[in-house]
Nanobody, 120 residues
């Protein structure tokens, strides 16, 4: 089995910063893309940022220039540094990993989610 465990959410004032971290563990052959998604109340889950095994990053337009995603391939971890936070960033943030448990078995895995609340 594979587990993704997030940490680092919380409450912060607008303009502040938070850092989210996610660690993948279990029966892992390799991890392709890792990423962060978020879901605000009444809205669909959306991609915030993703990063490939080659460290190519992709960001939602709404967070470009404010958020930075990074990963440690050796440790199977991914982090999201969030700066200049806005109230509209308030959501539950989910870690995602495209994980191979063998050369022929690949699927998405999700963390349990961590709440980020930005007060105005």
């Amino acid at each position: 089995q594979v587990q993704l465990v997030e940490s680092g959410g919380g409450l912060v004032q607008a303009g502040g910063s938070l850092r989210l971290s996610c660690a993948a563990s279990g029966s892992i052959f390799s991890i392709a893309t890792m990423g962060w998604y978020r879901q605000a109340p009444g809205k669909q889950r959306e991609l915030v940022a993703s990063i490939t095994s080659g460290d190519t990053a992709n960001y939602a337009d709404s967070v470009k220039g404010r958020f930075t995603i990074s990963r440690d391939g050796a440790k199977n971890t991914v982090s999201l540094q969030m700066n200049s936070l806005k109230p509209e960033d308030t959501a539950i943030y989910y870690c995602n990993g495209v994980v191979r448990r063998s050369p022929y078995a690949v699927r998405d895995y999700w963390g349990q989610g961590t709440q980020v609340t930005v007060s105005s």
